[in-house]
């Protein structure tokens, strides 16, 4: 118990001193968002509603930075992320809102898919040494070493093009109004299935590795000859015994996965102008949109601390060992 408080203070400490550089590091970036704003509009603005704008920002230069700091804590502790520049006059909880579900179903598909049939072949590989299923290291060493965004570029020039199924860009046809209707759905899901693509390769690659690596050591431990011994079957031996304690360090990894879902992807996004968190970061960063750009950190982070926080408990729950020091 003590062990879990000490971890969640922890990350409170953590999640404090994110928020604090979410706040100054904008901040730091040349340029005035207002002014971009107005340039938005031509002009168009009065000299009284600019001095408005800063202040509807939080950026009123008769306002010291600390008070700045202290008006920002306010709002977030009242849910209150503030108004966008990019998208303004919207808030960007709703920006935030409308970019995160393609982001979470994108990568979190792919995510879980690519983690069950990675840690499967893994298993396989592992326990199997000398079969076919060596046959499959090269490949998966390679692809786990390339990045996701440049399998995306390489899918872009050698799958997308005139008369191509796949789009190179964007998450759904235009024209179409996202709806649960037989026009919109199937647009999503062609537009999505290049970015999953080169995500699931990558990310299945890495699990293969691990658990295969994880397999070949677990095979050697005593217990595994003593299992053999008693008679019991190889399926039995090879999944309760050799996969289950291999499998630890996997699902601590899953869980930090899970974490990454929001922003590990950033530019796979980017790359095929796909609308989710990643893509609405860029617009931001373009614009110096500092509370959207807030907003987004806040949220990868408070999304990864979460990831880590179930890496401990899983770890809690699997291992006795950990229990016992806490």
Do not use: C
Request: hydrophobic fraction near 50%.
């Amino acid at each position: 118990m003590r062990y879990f408080l000490q971890r969640i203070a922890f990350y409170l400490f953590t999640a404090f001193a994110a928020i604090t550089l979410n706040f100054f590091i904008p901040r730091l970036v040349p340029g005035d968002p207002v002014q971009s704003l107005i340039a938005k509009y031509q002009g168009q603005i009065s000299t009284q509603a600019i001095q408005s704008l800063y202040v509807l920002f939080g950026l009123d230069k008769k306002q010291s930075l600390w008070s700045q700091y202290i008006d920002y804590w306010k709002q977030i502790l009242h849910g209150d992320l503030g108004l966008s520049f990019t998208f303004f006059p919207a808030p960007v909880s709703q920006v935030i809102g409308q970019a995160l579900p393609w982001t979470v179903l994108l990568v979190g598909i792919t995510t879980i898919v690519s983690f069950f049939l990675g840690t499967g072949l893994g298993v396989l590989a592992g326990w199997r040494r000398g079969s076919w299923t060596d046959g499959l290291l090269p490949v998966t060493t390679f692809f786990s070493s390339v990045p996701y965004f440049w399998l995306g570029i390489i899918a872009i020039y050698l799958l997308t093009g005139p008369g191509s199924f796949f789009p190179s860009s964007g998450g759904f046809d235009s024209g179409l109004v996202p709806a649960f209707d037989q026009y919109f759905i199937p647009s999503a899901i062609r537009h999505s299935l290049l970015p999953a693509l080169t995500i699931l390769i990558s990310s299945v690659s890495g699990w293969i590795l691990s658990m295969r690596n994880m397999m070949v050591t677990v095979a050697s431990e005593d217990y595994i000859t003593v299992a053999h011994a008693k008679g019991l079957s190889e399926r039995r031996v090879a999944l309760s015994y050799a996969a289950r304690n291999a499998l630890l360090p996997s699902v601590s990894g899953f869980a930090l996965a899970l974490g990454f879902i929001v922003g590990g992807t950033l530019l796979v996004e980017i790359v095929f102008s796909y609308p989710g968190l990643g893509f609405t970061l860029v617009q931001a960063l373009g614009a110096k949109d500092y509370p959207l750009m807030q907003g987004i950190f806040l949220v990868l982070t408070i999304s990864v601390l979460v990831a880590n926080l179930l890496a401990d408990v899983a770890y809690l729950l699997l291992d006795p060992r950990t229990r016992k020091e806490g």
